[in-house]
């Protein structure tokens, strides 16, 4: 009889979770998803730019069509200094990034979800695993408990899961900056499709035509503690008006865009953390997914997709490989080495976002530069984006990108 795995029990319902049960679902394998949140309802709002990589392994779960119906897609990426303008060169033959509302990419999973018959629960915080024999139960905060073969831990950047695994596994890293994103009434002259990325006097910030008219736009603003999205919310929004426009005011069109934006309009979206390298991916039946396990900064653009691709990587590696200790080891070996190059390199483009004054001063002539040596698009982009999943294929024997 097959030792196979039967049933996963999958902790987090953002998107880590619910690709992970789809793709065990359509492996053969029964998987519930267990939330935290009480309900659906979007806790962080936003927009989520979803890369091509991130779209190809989305289509392996057929989740790929719905995003594209609601995305606004990016043909076209610019970077911006001051007034100079530099437009990016992009990658042929991929499809554009589509952005989406996070919203909307939450509900397309559990949709998709449901639709499979997979359960996700909301209302359940697990606060514990305990392990016996080849069985893990699953503890939640109200004392309930589940029994599954395999427990997966894809319960975003501050991971109960990473902690029950090694207790000394290293936290997340505060990058310093606070996000907010706006929806601004002021129009940029750039054509639709154009996503640019600025770097203002004091601050970074990112911006697109909104296809319903107006601009969308993200702003990180460096601030000196953390905060949780209900910390953060409790501050009157006009307080974070004032500060951002102390930081953006007198950048263009970062200035206007805030001063069209009325302040009830500012959504603060988050603390921007990144994780250092994980040591332990996994231990008996615990194994993370996810930003539980690589957070690379939000610079990749690629921490979603990133998310996807190893959820459905691990999904693959139970379906073709009995022992779970060995299903675990091919899933880290085949995945460790790309998130952690792709996290290397948006650690070092983070840094380069919050300038100092000598940098700044110097940003105009390291910028083409910078462009022309890094940013060598098939050299850098082509191995993140063009990545494909071998579905169908036995894993362990992919080359590791
Ligand atoms: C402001 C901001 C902008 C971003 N923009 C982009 C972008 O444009 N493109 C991109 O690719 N990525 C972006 N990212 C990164 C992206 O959001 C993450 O990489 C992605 O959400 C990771 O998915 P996940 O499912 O692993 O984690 P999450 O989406 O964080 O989901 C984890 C889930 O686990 C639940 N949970 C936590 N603890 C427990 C527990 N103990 N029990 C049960 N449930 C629990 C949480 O409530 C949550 O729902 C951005 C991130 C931020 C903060």
């Given at each position: 009889m097959s030792n196979r795995?039967?049933?996963v029990a999958?902790?987090?319902g953002g998107i880590a979770g619910p690709v992970t049960a789809l793709a065990l679902h359509k492996a053969g394998i029964r998987a519930t998803v267990y939330e935290s949140y009480p309900s659906t309802?979007?806790?962080l709002g936003g927009t989520i730019a979803l890369a091509p990589n991130g779209m190809a392994a989305l289509e392996i779960v057929g989740a790929a069509d719905a995003v594209r119906a609601v995305a606004?897609?990016?043909?076209?990426?610019?970077?911006?200094?001051g007034a100079r303008r530099v437009a990016m060169p992009a990658l042929a033959g991929v499809e554009p990034y589509q952005v989406v509302r996070r919203s909307d990419l939450y509900r397309i999973l559990h949709d998709r979800a449901t639709a499979e018959g997979i359960a996700i629960e909301h209302g359940r915080r697990l606060t514990e695993a305990r392990e016996e024999g080849d069985r893990v139960t699953a503890v939640f905060a109200d004392g309930s408990t589940v029994p599954a073969d395999v427990l997966v831990g894809a319960d975003g950047v501050q991971s109960t899961v990473r902690r029950l695994i090694d207790p000394d596994a290293p936290g997340p890293r505060y990058t310093g900056m606070l996000a907010f994103e706006g929806v601004s009434p002021f129009e940029v002259p750039e054509e639709p499709g154009t996503m640019t990325f600025a770097f203002g006097k004091r601050g970074y910030y990112i911006y697109w035509p909104a296809l319903g008219g107006g601009t969308t736009f993200g702003v990180n603003l460096p601030h000196p503690r953390p905060m949780t999205i209900k910390e953060a919310r409790a501050v009157p929004s006009r307080e974070w008006m004032a500060t951002l426009l102390d930081v953006y005011g007198e950048d263009v069109p970062g200035g206007e865009l805030l001063r069209h934006l009325s302040a009830e309009n500012l959504r603060v979206t988050g603390a921007l953390y990144i994780m250092p390298p994980v040591p332990h991916w996994y231990r008996g039946r615990?194994?993370?997914v996810g930003d539980a396990v690589h957070a690379p900064s939000n610079s990749s653009g690629q921490g979603a997709s990133l998310a996807i691709e190893s959820a459905i990587?691990?999904?693959?590696?139970?379906?073709?490989?009995?022992?779970?200790?060995?299903a675990f080891a091919i899933y880290e070996r085949t995945r460790r080495a790309r998130v952690e190059r792709i996290a290397a390199r948006a650690a070092k483009i983070n840094h380069a976002k919050a300038p100092g004054p000598v940098a700044r001063a110097l940003m105009p002539v390291i910028m083409p530069i910078f462009l022309k040596l890094v940013m060598k698009p098939e050299k850098t982009l082509g191995p993140d984006q063009r990545y494909r999943i071998d579905w169908p294929a036995r894993p362990g024997h992919d080359r590791t990108r």
């Open positions: 795995v039967q049933d999958i902790i987090g309802a979007d806790g606004e897609p990016a043909y076209r990426q610019a970077m911006a200094v615990l194994v993370l990587e691990l999904a693959r590696c139970l379906r073709d490989v009995e022992d779970v200790s060995e």
